[in-house]
């Protein structure tokens, strides 16, 4: 546990924040300490939405993150806001846990792009179905991946 963390276990981070299978931990200022404290907590295995927007998870945290076995139910990931890196999404790309993602938030990060190739082209993650990447930014899975400005259809 870091020193400025207001965490002592993975249960103070689920209190409050735990709805059925949603876990809404946005804005908590959670690092790679607080995240291990998570990927390590058994309860994440039924947790199917993970919103984890407003941290501080940077490439470290998101490394973990794609490494996690309990991870294996996630179908909606919001990562928005984390300082992440096309380092960090080269890792999540090759994850063998997240099999069952389908959508993806990464807006606010510091992603140029060559990460969003890996995802565009990873086998692990071959249920991905939606991408947000910047604000305006959509990319969507139909017969190949389309790039589609948030509004249209």
Known sequence: MSE???FKDADSIFEGRLRGNQLMASGLRLGPPEGRLLWESPKMAEISWLDL???RLGDEGLTELAECENLVNVSYLNLNKNGITD????ALANSRFLAKLKRLHLKDNLVKGEGVIHLFNSPALGGLQSINIHEGWSC???E???YNPQGSK
Do not use: A, L, P
Request: glycine content about 12%; charged content about 55%; hydrophobic content about 10%.
């Open 87 to 90: 380092e960090g999404i080269k």
């Open 144 to 146: 190949g991946w389309r």
């Open 4 to 6: 400025t963390s207001k």
């Open 53 to 55: 927007d407003d941290n």
């Open 140 to 142: 969507k899975k139909r």
